[in-house]
């Protein structure tokens, strides 16, 4: 009897022990998914662009969060842009060119794509440069046989040209040539407060009234 009972002790023991070991690794498991799962946007990297003549042409962004830091709308929140970037175009031969470098006041994701813009705090470029806004749009190929592309507000008009919004940038157009951008896209629970919200329920509402 003793020891049918001593055996039955030993088998919910071990029972026991598998139950929590198991529940220990599952634990284990989603702890470390949600120390790898990205907490919020990012483009981070550094990057040289190809160009065919030789001329160098270099980004590097360490962007995070999401949404305008300084709304321009009266009421809206505050988004948690921050960061910094860095951009350079010299010639081929490394001795004419200038060099910029800023602080990131908005930054939006979607999927594998970013658009920030920054206000330049420091550079060789021409006088006025310090205290402009430039944007930025990077394309990340993720790896899958897609080069990363960059975009930028300056592709037209120029840096000394109109005051670039936040948040505002052109099409990356531009191939990458060495280097790697990174995109993390976490779309926050309501980045830019109940304004859309709202006005995708009033545009329901009144297609439901017109039915």
Same mark, same amino acid.
């Given at each position: 009897?003793?020891?049918?009972?001593?055996?039955?002790?030993?088998?919910?023991?071990?029972?026991?022990?598998?139950?929590?070991?198991?529940?220990?690794?599952?634990?284990?498991?989603?702890?470390?998914?949600?120390?790898?799962?990205?907490?919020? @946007?990012?483009? &981070?990297?550094?990057?040289?662009? *190809?160009? #065919? /003549? +030789?001329? =160098?042409?270099?980004?590097?962004?360490?962007?995070?969060?999401?949404?305008?830091?300084?709304?321009?709308?009266?009421?809206?929140?505050?988004?948690? @842009?921050?960061? &910094?970037?860095?951009?350079?175009? *010299?010639? #081929? /031969? +490394?001795? =004419?060119?200038?060099?910029?470098?800023?602080?990131?006041?908005?930054?939006?994701?979607?999927?594998?794509?970013?658009?920030?813009?920054?206000?330049?705090?420091?550079?060789?470029?021409?006088?006025?440069?310090?205290?402009?806004?430039?944007?930025?749009?990077?394309?990340?190929?993720?790896?899958?046989?897609?080069?990363?592309?960059?975009?930028?507000?300056?592709?037209?008009?120029?840096?000394?040209?109109?005051?670039?919004?936040?948040?505002?940038?052109?099409?990356?157009?531009?191939?990458?040539?060495?280097?790697?951008?990174?995109?993390?896209?976490?779309?926050?629970?309501?980045?830019?407060?109940?304004?859309?919200?709202?006005?995708?329920?009033?545009?329901?509402?009144?297609?439901?009234?017109?039915?």
């Amino acid at each position: 009897m003793l020891r049918s009972t001593t055996l039955r002790t030993s088998v919910v023991g071990l029972a026991a022990l598998a139950v929590i070991g198991g529940l220990a690794v599952t634990a284990s498991a989603t702890d470390g998914a949600a120390r790898k799962a990205p907490r919020e @946007s990012s483009l &981070t990297g550094s990057a040289k662009l *190809y160009r #065919a /003549d +030789g001329q =160098q042409v270099r980004f590097s962004f360490d962007a995070h969060g999401f949404a305008p830091a300084e709304p321009a709308e009266p009421g809206a929140p505050a988004g948690t @842009s921050r960061g &910094t970037f860095r951009f350079s175009h *010299y010639s #081929a /031969d +490394g001795k =004419q060119g200038a060099y910029a470098e800023g602080r990131i006041d908005c930054l939006l994701t979607g999927g594998p794509v970013a658009t920030a813009t920054g206000i330049i705090t420091r550079s060789d470029l021409p006088p006025g440069a310090v205290g402009k806004r430039v944007g930025f749009t990077v394309y990340d190929g993720k790896g899958d046989g897609e080069k990363d592309r960059v975009g930028y507000s300056w592709a037209v008009s120029g840096i000394d040209g109109p005051e670039v919004p936040k948040c505002l940038s052109a099409a990356p157009y531009e191939t990458v040539e060495s280097g790697d951008f990174t995109v993390r896209h976490v779309l926050p629970p309501n980045p830019s407060g109940n304004s859309a919200a709202s006005a995708n329920s009033a545009a329901s509402a009144t297609s439901g009234d017109k039915e």
